[in-house]
Nanobody, 114 residues
Framework: VQLVESGGGLVQPGGSLRLSCAAS????????MKWYRQAPGKERELVAS????????IYADSVKGRFTISRDNAKNTVYLQMNSLKPEDTAMYYC????????WGQGTQVTVSS
């Protein structure tokens, strides 16, 4: 089982990034997919969640209207489009799969700074 995140990096405030999480080793289409983040000294928090069929999404209040989660079950990939980024979005972002089991990726760093 693998969840491999990519797309993180350094971006200026107001900029955009798109994170990807490529899954393998399990039946991706049967799993709820989530993005979490953890900033230094803070607890890990749920950013966004999308159901297995992709029709229902949930967002943390802090990212509503700026972030969009989506998935492509044919490609076994979940995405997080992040727009209007703020310094407080700086964190390690983790992909998470929840179904019969729970799987975590290794994380990708997002830094928002001028």
């Amino acid at each position: 089982v693998q969840l491999v995140e990519s797309g993180g990096g350094l971006v200026q405030p107001g900029g955009s990034l798109r994170l990807s999480c490529a899954a393998s080793g399990f039946t991706f289409s049967r799993y709820v997919m989530k993005w979490y983040r953890q900033a230094p000294g803070k607890e890990r928090e749920l950013v966004a969640s999308i159901l297995s069929a992709g029709g229902f999404t949930i967002y943390a209040d802090s990212v509503k209207g700026r972030f969009t989660i989506s998935r492509d079950n044919a490609k076994n990939t979940v995405y997080l489009q992040m727009n209007s980024l703020k310094p407080e979005d700086t964190a390690m972002y983790y992909c998470n799969a929840q179904g019969e089991y729970i799987h975590w990726g290794q994380g990708t760093q997002v830094t928002v700074s001028s």
